[in-house]
């Protein structure tokens, strides 16, 4: 291996670690031993060289002045952001010695790690991290903020997470973008897209806001928010009527589709138009149109699952593509996400055995606030990477109450102070990805990459993997597996894999090649991973576990008084949190806005510009509106997870609900109600 951190000039080959499907390929640029440029690598088949806004300013976030460089202690209030340096021996000293007492009095359960993929890499978020807790005994996690409610909905229907290969979305004629922002969260999707678009494809995106990729859709359809399993169901009933079906490929690759026929009967076009708002000439348009043409290719985004209703909606809308036959057309199927054609041996990097038949109790991380207010035996300490719950998850009020306690003993490890780590009891400075080795994944294409260590470790800073082994020496562990070095770990990961599209993906073979592609087998012809092997329009196993067997519309639930659904997305120049620090990023964000229908404004005596109060029981948020016919009547939709305001006015998960969705225990960021009015 050559040793690129030796190197004072050069370019070298890296891949982007942030939370997003494209998992860029980039080149970073040397001079005098520090990045002067970050890049896009031409070389990397899917995102060839073109990169976000958001990366290519990432020089400057790797060498802000606000980065943390050493060890704190607070020294002030929780949440007031006064800290002292200390050394690295002392914070984890303190650590291990806090925990070694918590352990003895309390038990192990008492401390819960607490994180999420802020580094997309394998080892860097879920390898020696969950070793170290598995062997330590520690509450466990339920990673579901993200998009556990639509992988278990989609793997009803089909299984696993196996989609399309992005590369022969090229053949599509007909993309469906649906409750994805594609523009801004999976941009390469949209590059291929507009290039079949020369060649005569269509662009239909479905989404409660028209936003930057609604604008650029030959058809946009706006849609009330947690109704798409309603409008997928109108469809499926429109192409049995029209006589669309694949009858052929219903027989062989599908359970349950004479049974699926007759229930969608009771999706009449206008019944369906009554709940979703599209209406019903459109519907038939639309349900036509999917059934007409070939290869067409829905990709299925991360907005609509955000739900009550989120696992059972893409259960449903998964189901479209087998109605006709799309499956076995190069170019045609859905994408929800990717991620299996790339499964690594998961057991052998995260060690549940260390475990050793324990069984923690287990805490979903959408509950932090609740779980820090109302959990008994409480949580006393809390050990936080790679996430900011401060800001991201829902019932924010909730989660700074619980961090505020006194008998609770938090460490943050960040690469900024953020707002999650002004409630910490010791800071730890984070590596940035660029500074470690690591491999990655991506849940979207189908590519493995690796990331050699460019720059040497920023300041005091370290990675991940290296704390869990310090802290695992502090406190006594002699588990040989809590000291294994990163390249250890990279081969332990990807030997026997048990996955045959990554056959002879090693280490070497990645360090030579930089980036590898899982080996190319169709989903069909071949066994599915279902129960029946079969695609399930009926699933027998939903019904075991309480759902219904066939695909049904919910609604939303009604979880107050208050009239309107509160949709706070993600915006285009942060990623989540990560940036919103940054002045750049802000300035090209220019200000949180709440987009409303303009009858919805009117009715209130609300104006664009103007500064309006969005309120429910959970909290409040201050935004300014933007009026419109951007969203339907009903909806408020804003853009963006922004850092805390001196007065945290922009605190939008303030107001999200903290409870499940119907499927994954997944968030339900989009389904709360709130009122709005003027200031
Ligand atoms: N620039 C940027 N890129 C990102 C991120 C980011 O913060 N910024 N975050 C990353 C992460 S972690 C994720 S999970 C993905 C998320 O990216 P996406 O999969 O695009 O998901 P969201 O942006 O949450 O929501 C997508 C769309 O769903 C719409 N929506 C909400 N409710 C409904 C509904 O009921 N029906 C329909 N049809 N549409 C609805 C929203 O208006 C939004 O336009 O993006 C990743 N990439
Ligand atoms: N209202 C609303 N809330 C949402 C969403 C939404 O759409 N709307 N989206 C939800 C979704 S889909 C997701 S995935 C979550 C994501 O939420 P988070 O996972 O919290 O994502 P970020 O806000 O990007 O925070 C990641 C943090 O990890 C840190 N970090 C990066 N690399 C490393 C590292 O190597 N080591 C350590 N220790 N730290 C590192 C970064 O500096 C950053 O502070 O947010 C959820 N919250
Ligand atoms: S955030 Fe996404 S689009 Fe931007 S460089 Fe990273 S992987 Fe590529
Ligand atoms: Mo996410």
């Not at 109605?323 to 996400?337: D, N, P, R, S, V």
Request: hydrophobic letters at 35%; one cysteine or more.
């Amino acid at each position: 291996m050559n040793d690129f951190t030796m190197q004072e000039n050069g370019v070298f080959p890296s891949v982007c670690s942030l939370d997003c499907p494209d998992q860029c390929g980039l080149l970073i640029h040397k001079e005098n031993g520090k990045i002067v440029k970050v890049a896009g690598d031409k070389n990397h088949p899917v995102t060839q060289g073109n990169i976000c806004n958001k990366v290519r300013n990432m020089t400057e976030r790797i060498y802000d002045k606000k980065r943390l460089s050493v060890p704190l202690k607070r020294i002030g209030k929780k949440g007031e952001g006064k800290f002292e340096p200390i050394s690295w021996r002392e914070a984890i000293d303190t650590i291990s010695s806090r925990w070694k007492k918590l352990i003895d009095k309390e038990g192990a359960e008492s401390i819960l790690p607490y994180s999420f993929y802020g580094n997309m890499g394998r080892l860097q978020s879920e390898g020696m991290d969950r070793r170290f807790f598995n062997y330590l005994g520690a509450s466990q996690l339920e990673r579901t903020i993200c998009n556990t409610a639509g992988s278990v909905g989609y793997n009803y229907t089909m299984g696993s997470a196996h989609g399309i290969d992005p590369e022969e979305t090229i053949h599509s004629k007909l993309f469906i973008f649906w409750g994805i922002n594609a523009v801004s969260t999976n941009m390469h999707q949209i590059t291929i897209a507009q290039k079949a678009r020369k060649k005569g494809a269509k662009i239909v995106v479905i989404d409660v806001h028209k936003n930057q990729t609604g604008k650029l859709a030959d058809w946009f359809i706006p849609i009330n928010p947690g109704t798409d399993g309603a409008l997928a169901l109108g469809i499926m009933n429109i192409l049995f009527e029209k006589n669309l079906q694949n009858d052929a490929f219903l027989k062989t690759y599908t359970t349950g589709h004479e049974e699926l026929r007759e229930h969608v009967k009771q999706y009449a076009p206008k019944k369906v138009a009554n709940i979703t708002g599209v209406p019903e000439e459109d519907l038939y348009q639309l349900a036509i149109m999917y059934g007409e043409t070939s290869p067409a290719f829905i990709r299925i985004g991360n907005g609509i699952q955000h739900h009550d209703n989120g696992g059972m909606i893409v259960r449903t809308i998964s189901c479209l593509p087998a109605i006709t036959g799309q499956w076995l057309e190069k170019g045609g199927g859905a994408t929800k996400g990717n991620s299996a054609f790339l499964q690594f041996n998961k057991q052998a990097l995260q060690r549940p055995d260390l475990l050793k038949g324990r069984r923690p109790r287990s805490f979903n991380m959408n509950q932090l606030g609740t779980i820090l207010t109302e959990t008994d035996p409480p949580v006393y300490s809390l050990f936080i990477y790679g996430t900011n719950p401060a800001v991201v998850a829902p019932e924010a009020n909730k989660v700074r109450e619980g961090f505020m306690r006194d008998d609770l003993f938090t460490v943050v490890h960040d690469l900024f102070l953020t707002e999650t780590a002004k409630y910490a009891d010791i800071v730890l400075p984070a590596t940035s990805s660029f500074e470690n080795l690591d491999f990655y994944t991506s849940y979207w294409h189908h590519y493995i990459q690796i990331q050699q260590p460019v720059i040497k470790p920023f300041a005091e800073s370290k990675s991940n993997t290296e704390v869990f082994r310090l802290l695992a020496k502090a406190m006594g562990f002699d588990e040989p597996a809590l000291q294994d070095t990163d390249e250890d770990m990279i081969r332990q990961s990807l030997y026997n894999t048990g996955n045959s599209h990554i056959e002879g993906i090693t280490y070497e073979a990645l360090l030579e090649n930089q980036f590898m592609k899982a080996k190319r087998q169709p989903l069909l012809p071949g066994t599915l991973k279902t129960p029946s092997g079969k695609i399930e329009l009926y699933s027998e196993a939903m019904k075991k576990d309480g759902y219904s067997p066939l695909p049904v519309h919910t609604d939303l639930l009604d979880d107050s008084e208050f009239p309107l659904t509160f949709i706070p997305g993600p915006n285009h120049n942060y990623l989540n949190s990560t940036f919103s620090n940054n002045e750049k990023h802000q300035k090209l964000e220019k200000e949180p806005k709440a987009f409303i229908n303009i009858d919805d404004a009117n009715e209130r005596g609300i104006k664009t510009g103007e500064k309006v109060r969005i309120w429910n029981d959970r909290g409040e948020c201050v935004l300014t509106v933007s009026a419109g016919d951007q969203v339907l009547p009903g909806a408020v939709v804003t853009q963006g997870l922004w850092a805390d305001a001196k007065d945290k006015q922009q605190l939008v998960n303030a107001l999200a609900p903290d409870r499940l969705s119907d499927m994954g225990g997944g968030a339900v960021f989009f389904s709360g109600k709130v009122q709005i009015e003027k200031i």
